[in-house]
């Protein structure tokens, strides 16, 4: 749960629930009474892969909630492979199967197991946005899978070479050191099928998602027929506005966006100086409404920087 929870105000008839809404990196939302802890929305304990490490035993099932849609596929499947190249499609393809993959909660193994929403994907700490008026809930989903491996402690010097995004997990403690790497083609482009990205609006009145749209463009894909829908890699919150505006940055190609509530289209975009790697703010100065964001960027993501951009929204002339 790398989201910060949400606090809303759910219509449900005539009655108005407090409600603490929690997004997950598997891609799912729990609905909890926000007075008693009660799910508002089911929840059911499922059974889960088991660990094959041997000595270790996980936990048998974990909560499903099945009171709204899945935002993530739950296996990562063939037909979800993806290459730019048919060599890079055939290379991800043979990856894949050569991996431990029994879908989310899929545990660490000794031969490599695919973690699916990986740890950049799902719902990430960028959260979501809540609103009222149309009791939506906007969420920014990442489709992307990571590779993780464990390995004797004793024997892991060997493994250690120059792998693009490696990173090394000591788990002290234990016998073994995790390995966990995104799960890429050479080019560095994801294996997983696009969009990468994507803004989502989820009805909580109907419980069903009213559109979804891929989040941003990847600079260095521009050149690809069709890139522009394939989405980015994004971090960055949504921010909605009594106008019934989105407000968003995020993505890797550095732009500002404005999306329309009730469609999901985008109504303007702005390009940042630095990426928008983050969540904008709006406030009153002077009677003026205003829109901010941190235009710092990420590591491997967005442009650095270290800019502070603000909007103002337009003097309405009165007569």
């Known amino acids: 749960m790398a989201a910060a929870p949400l606090l809303a105000r759910l219509s449900v008839g005539p009655d108005t629930i407090p409600a603490v809404v929690v997004g997950t990196k598997s891609g799912m939302v729990y609905v909890l009474d926000r007075e008693s802890g009660a799910a508002i929305l089911p929840i059911e304990e499922r059974a889960v892969p088991s660990s094959d490490v041997p000595g270790e035993q996980s936990w048998p099932t974990q909560p499903i909630s099945t009171g709204l849609p899945a935002l993530h596929e739950a296996r990562l499947s063939q037909d979800m ?40 994907g799902g719902i990430n700490w960028d959260g979501m946005a809540w609103d009222a008026r149309h009791q939506l809930l906007v969420v920014s989903i990442k489709r992307l899978a990571t590779i993780v491996q464990l390995y004797d402690r004793r024997a892991i010097h060997p493994v250690l070479d120059d792998v693009p995004g490696l990173e090394v997990l000591q788990q002290r403690g234990t016998p073994f050191v995790a390995i966990r790497r995104p799960f890429v ?20 009145r109907t419980k069903t998602v009213r559109w979804s749209r891929p989040l941003g463009t990847i600079p260095s ?55 928008g790697q983050a969540g904008a703010m709006t406030y009153l100065y002077r009677g003026r409404q205003y829109i901010l964001i941190a235009a710092g960027g990420r590591d491997g993501i967005g442009t650095p920087g270290h800019s502070l951009v603000a909007f103002a929204l337009p003097r309405v002339r009165r007569y």
Request: hydrophobic fraction near 40%; charge should be negative.
């Open 185 to 204: 083609a050479p080019s560095g482009v994801p294996c997983t099928a696009p969009p990468w990205g994507a803004l989502v609006g989820l009805d909580l």
């Open 221 to 275: 894909l521009r050149r690809i027929p069709y890139s522009s829908q394939w989405g980015s890699i994004t971090f960055g919150a949504p921010l909605i506005t009594a106008g019934g505006l989105i407000f968003i940055g995020a993505s890797q190609d550095d732009h500002f966006r404005a999306v329309d509530v009730e469609t999901g289209m985008t109504l303007w975009e702005y390009e940042l100086p630095a990426g």
């Open 81 to 120: 492979i993806f290459g730019i190249t048919p060599k890079e499609y055939r290379l991800c393809s043979e990856q894949l199967n050569s991996l431990r993959n029994n879908g989310t909660f899929t545990p660490p193994s000794l031969n490599g197991s695919v973690e699916w929403p990986g740890v950049w």
